[in-house]
């Protein structure tokens, strides 16, 4: 049995948004987000390890959304904005970090640290990462190295000798620091390994928005270079993000980046 107030778990949709387990104090115990918000919270009343989150629970709040996009940007700037109790917590990051491989594939690619202090990763193109500093983009590099044998000087993250890198005494580098393999199949090696990783740049000429639908209801999400702008609410109006971030929108990115680039949201240009 919980002490959780039964009329707010009847009132629960199945629709999609967010909600809010709340507890006696002013931090709100839990925030998630659902495609089906009434499945979803009967999912962590029944999970045995979430049963100390749900002792805290005396009710449950709930903000519908019009779909899925918009309840996880709504859930993002909820929890850093309220910071609930359970909610793992998502650092503030004041700069990131990426990595841009310069020169070609003729001279040798040389890993360089790209800080969003002094360019604007959303426009930058071939970046890879992303990083809450240069050292977890060194750390990174370390563990491709590792992965797929290249060789740490010429990654720069050691000092060259002439006999070549530490790795390739104890067999670790395959040798392109001391020409026994040739340096392009060393730089194509690192260039598959952090293709995954790829940066997208933003792909449109300004502020686009995504458009969410459910019935009647319509909810545009604007977004600007991964940064998200504000929703306009058919039922409720417009509500802009107070809250902006100072560098790279690194949630938003992580929310949007596959329904833009995969082309699965509708998506409107909005006119300039
Ligand atoms: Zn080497």
Known sequence: MTAIDPDSLAALPRSAGVYI???EGTLPVYIGKSVDIRARVMSHLRAPEEAEMIAQTRRIDFIGTAG???ALLLEARLIKAQMPLFNVRLRRLRSLCAIRLD????TGLTPAMIDSKDHDLATTPGLYGLFA???AAQRRLRELADQHRLC???LGLEKTARRGCFGLQIK????ACAGLEDRAVH???LFSALLDSQVQ???FAGAVDLVETQGDWVQRHRVSHWRYVGTWCSRTGPQAVADQPEAFDLDSYKILVKPIMLGSACIEPVPT
């Open 21 to 23: 387990f709340r507890g």
């Open 201 to 203: 740049t933003w792909p």
């Open 172 to 175: 670790q580098c395959l040798g």
């Open 103 to 106: 020169g070609d594939m003729q």
């Open 68 to 70: 899925e996009i918009g």
């Open 152 to 154: 740490l000087a010429l």
């Open 133 to 135: 500093s240069r050292h």
């Open 187 to 189: 730089d194509q090696r």
